[in-house]
């Protein structure tokens, strides 16, 4: 089964750049569409960027597109998130997900809040301020 565990959160002043990285296990050979959503509390979980474990496009949110850039090295098992020119609004709790379902795409993940099956990090706090 599918393990993911993330890090790199952190407290970082405006204006400022965070890279998060999300390690991945037990995939084996399988293909997946991989993310990062982020969730404040009492808002609903959001999602921010994902892109297709083979390395193919990418899909960015409105509200981080050309700030953050999804990134997977294959031979670390790991998807990364680099953030820059952070903004307050960017703080929350950050989460790496996995999605096996075989008609899912990176834009479709992010848009369509359909989180049946997904496989989901514990999660790494990013603070702006």
């Known amino acids: 089964h599918v393990q993911l565990v993330e890090s790199g959160g952190g407290s970082v002043q405006a204006g400022g750049s965070l890279r998060l990285s999300c390690e991945a296990s037990g995939h084996q050979h399988n293909s997946y569409t991989m993310g990062w959503f982020r969730q404040v509390p009492g808002q609903e979980r959001e999602g921010v960027a994902a892109v297709y474990t083979n390395g193919d496009n990418a899909y960015y949110s409105d509200s981080v597109r050309g700030r953050f850039t999804i ?7 790991t998807l990364y998130l680099i953030m820059n020119k952070l903004k307050p609004e ?11 379902r075989m008609e899912s795409t990176p834009g479709w993940l992010v848009e369509n809040r359909d989180y049946d099956r997904l496989y ?7 603070t702006v301020s």
């Open 71 to 77: 990134a997977l090295d294959k031979h670390k098992n």
């Open 120 to 126: 989901w990090g514990q999660g790494t706090q990013v």
């Open 90 to 100: 960017d703080s929350a709790m950050y989460y790496c997900v996995a999605d096996p």
